[in-house]
């Protein structure tokens, strides 16, 4: 049995799937003030955090999710790439898109990877690069090739028999771990259905697998590196495709090693959400991702924290949200609301003041 169809999952009755919906006005700036969850430190600093809208979608990308977005330091563009439609009963654009800070273009490349959805992709700042692995096909099957993205073009990585790398698989965690010098992969979907808790690492050339103790299996997990940690964070998941058994556990991976972090990581279990570094804001920025309360969290020295904001729009999964250095903020593009419900297409901006 294949794990994902390209038919809307965990969609309710009485959604509106297959549409576009409006986000918010786009004069509007909205400003979240961050505060703890536990006790707050007397003399903190308050954080706060504006969600700019960049572009509505009108001439990008055009609705989507589960897509691949990184972004690129040699051009300062984020780069998106496929992701699934699902209007016209679900299909997967193999395209590949830049956006300078003002808009969006469509990229030619010579080749380019076939389209798919639940793939994983990340920026390799060591190589310049960006790496994409798996994900699941057209025909639904699952996918378990590798390219590399830079200069505006794709390149195969040239696996063969002997060669060692991950399973086929979709809906796993793809993080560049600075510390290392490689990209470090964990979990998803593999065959039959089942949720996977390997870990491998990418140097630009070869794929090693890591061996030891490491988290409980799971899909739809999210993973960002953590300089103050020095190492990534796992956070979240689900060990089922209905959500019945979701995590809210947090997993951190350094010298090769996986150690589970205290309860002061941990928030109520939650997948599909975004996870990311905020560098002006020095904090993990999170998400709610699927059945989580709503709200931004961020965790600092004091734990984690939320934010009472206005709402930019209904529950918002299964986007990526990747720092940019060049226009100094956490950017967001797409996503759906429920599985296979109304997608979105705008680009969205969460910058800092304090």
Same mark, same amino acid.
């Given at each position: ?110 080749? *380019? !990877?076939?389209? /798919?959805?639940?793939?994983? #992709?990340? $920026?390799?700042?060591?190589? =310049?690069?960006? &790496? +994409?692995? @798996? %994900? ?77 103790? *490491? !988290?409980?299996? /799971?899909?739809?997990?999210? #993973?960002? $590196?953590?300089?103050?940690? =020095?190492?990534? &964070? +796992?956070? @979240? %998941? ?117």
């Amino acid at each position: 049995m294949m794990p994902m169809p390209l038919k809307p999952q965990r969609c309710c009755k009485n959604c509106a799937s297959h549409v576009r919906i409006p986000l918010l006005n786009l004069s509007v700036l909205v400003e979240a003030r961050i505060v703890n969850v536990g006790k707050q430190q007397p003399d903190s600093p308050e954080t706060q955090f504006v969600w700019k809208v960049l572009d509505d979608g009108e001439d990008g990308p055009g609705p989507r999710s589960r897509h691949g977005l990184v972004y690129d330091r040699t051009s300062q563009s984020m780069i998106l790439f496929s992701g699934i439609v699902w209007a016209d009963e679900g299909w997967l654009p193999a395209d590949t898109w830049e956006f300078d800070g003002d808009n969006w273009v469509a990229l030619k490349p010579r080749i *380019s !990877p076939p389209g /798919r959805h639940r793939g994983a #992709m990340t $920026y390799d700042s060591l190589r =310049q690069q960006a &790496v +994409l692995f @798996g %994900g699941q096909g057209s025909s639904l099957e699952l996918l378990s090739d590798t390219w590399l993205y830079a200069d505006r073009q794709w390149q195969k990585w040239p696996a063969g028999w002997w060669t060692a790398h991950p399973s086929p698989r979709c809906g796993h965690c793809l993080t560049f771990d600075e510390s290392v010098g490689a990209a470090v992969l964990f979990g998803g979907v593999g065959r039959f259905d089942r949720s996977l808790g390997d870990t491998w690492l990418f140097d630009g050339s070869r794929w090693k697998v890591v061996k030891g103790p *490491s !988290p409980r299996p /799971r899909r739809y997990a999210s #993973m960002a $590196y953590d300089p103050d940690l =020095q190492g990534c &964070v +796992l956070h @979240g %998941g689900s060990n089922d495709e209905l959500g019945k058994e979701s995590y809210g556990d947090a997993w951190l991976f350094r010298d090769g090693t996986w150690t589970r972090l205290g309860a002061d990581f941990k928030t109520s279990p939650r997948d599909d959400h975004g996870l990311a570094y905020h560098q002006s804001a020095n904090c993990l920025v999170m998400l709610e991702g699927v059945s989580a309360e709503r709200g931004i969290l961020t965790r600092g020295s004091n734990g984690w924290q939320w934010a009472n904001a206005p709402r930019l729009h209904p529950r918002h999964q299964c986007s990526p949200l990747v720092w940019n250095e060049k226009l100094n903020g956490l950017l967001m593009y797409g996503g759906e609301v429920r599985h296979g419900g109304p997608q979105f297409e705008a680009t969205l901006l969460l910058r800092c003041r304090r």
